[in-house]
């Protein structure tokens, strides 16, 4: 099939934005093929073009103040060969969601928010392929189902706001699929989702690909990603194509510099296997080997005894409570200062609760958090505001955590003003200094975030968190939506921070590999119960939980000759963590299978 004649020519692509600096071109002169039952992935940084080429072929360009300044853009279709470049609007209607289906980045805003889950994936089915109401519906269910999303039957009938940011992503997924497209265009589709919905969803569109003869245009900054679905690579810089040749020859004899270096910038699974302490990685080659961050006086700094946090669920004429969401339940543990735990486990298993818990952004149930000598649980309203200088959080998506008309140079002494820290001049001077530690100009002080890509966000994010000298930092998913190479940076840049600082970090994160490179210590979590933890080299290089060795098997290995995406990844549908009002649950016992190595006797019930 891959001999075939291509389903999708793209000839000297060139996209031009108009600016109040006059036009910018985010694509130059790009050609690339994509064949029938063919995966091609485009990879690059952040601004190199990519998306841009994809919502090009959508004609979706348009919409973002894009023009298609010159080139063909040919999708062959059983009347032949039409150029989306010049199709008219009509018959752009019918080839978007029909022939041609987009798995978009950023899942809240592709739902509609005013309409159920049930609506959404419906529409394409009755506009497209003519099914009534009722058949439409029946599908619907079958593509939540074929997505891995618990409770399909619920979750037809709420809302995007009542979903989790890894269920709304398979929604998308879900709703990109419903018309089986001849050609399916993924940007970024599993940035959200943990390793293994990724690989399953991998899974799904790869034996789609297979069986259907789909082609498919992935996007993604994951190298790991790649290795695993291409089948060609098209590697993009600066709005330009770099490089192209099949996965194999690309990884292996990467010919451009720009490679060579994002390859490098890749987290590899098993290439901390021996070190007891976590390493910056080395983003150049040929230089020195970075120092381990050794905590320099490991002191416990936070404790957390029997923590639980649950949700109440209304039903009913009169909104009485009816059930509650178990979403943290007995949780335990201990971080040292200057030492970093990573929280892992899949969306919806109370990573991200647990650490907003902590903070008291969310107020647990019930349980005890000691930071220092103070207990925060007991804490008054304007105690507790004082205990927050010595804990900070950094957001997963720093452009929503940033106020959008606020320069960026205010935002960050924004914390210091609230605590009343020093002069304007000492403020100023603090904030030039911080700049300076996460590495951006201090000429961008005076810019908003719009101005700024992804990455810079996200040390801006960094920065501010760092403002009131904080001992606790909870990073959120600090790092899940940037590219490699930025990814690599911000890593370096928090270790080496925690280095000089002796900062405690509480690292939220569903990427194995990422998480094997920060972390002194690693807690799994399942069902809102932690099921293993122990050291970074105990759980990854002896992981005893059933539940652990799952985890591994589903991180994808950056290495194309190593292809384990159609392997039988079997995973057993996750329990509801929703129980009725009365409901005790059993308490976590733990067996020490090794000095600090602990593991959940009694597992949660897997339904």
Known sequence: MLDAKPLVSIEGLRV??????????????LSFDIRPGECVCVVGESG???SVSALSLMRLVEFGGGEIAQGRLLFQRESGALDLARAAPAAMRDIRGNQIAMIFQEPMTALNPVFTIGD???EGLIAHRGLSRRDAMARALDLLAEVRIPEPERRLKQYPHELSGGMRQRVVIAMAMACRPKLLICDEPTTALDVTIQAEILA???RLKRETGMAVLFITHDMAVVAQMADRVVVMFRGNKVEEGPVARIFEHPREP???ALLAAVPRLGEMTGRDAPEPMRLM???NAPAPVVPRAPRPLLTVEHLCTRFPVKGGILRRTVAQVHAVEDVSFTLNAGETLALVGESGCGKSTTGRSILRLVEPTSGQVTLGDRDLLALTPSGLRQAR????MIFQDPFASLDPQMRLLDQIEEPMLNYGIGTRAERRDRIARLFD???LPRSFMRRYPHEMSGGQRQRIAIARALALNPKLLVADEAVSALDVSVQAQVLNLLMELQRELGIAMLFISHDMAVVERVSHRVAVMYLGRIVEIGSRRQVFENPQHSYTRQLMAAVPIADPRRKTIGDDLRFRPIPSPIHPMGYVPPPSTYAEVAPGHRVLVEPVTHG
């Open 16 to 29: 031009a934005f108009q600016t109040h600096g006059g036009p910018v071109t985010g694509v130059n002169d």
């Open 48 to 50: 190199s073009g990519k």
């Open 120 to 122: 959404q994936l419906s």
């Open 204 to 206: 799904l569109i790869d």
């Open 258 to 260: 720009y490679t060579q």
């Open 285 to 287: 080659r040929g230089a």
């Open 389 to 392: 200088r010595d804990m900070q």
């Open 437 to 439: 530690r996460v590495e």
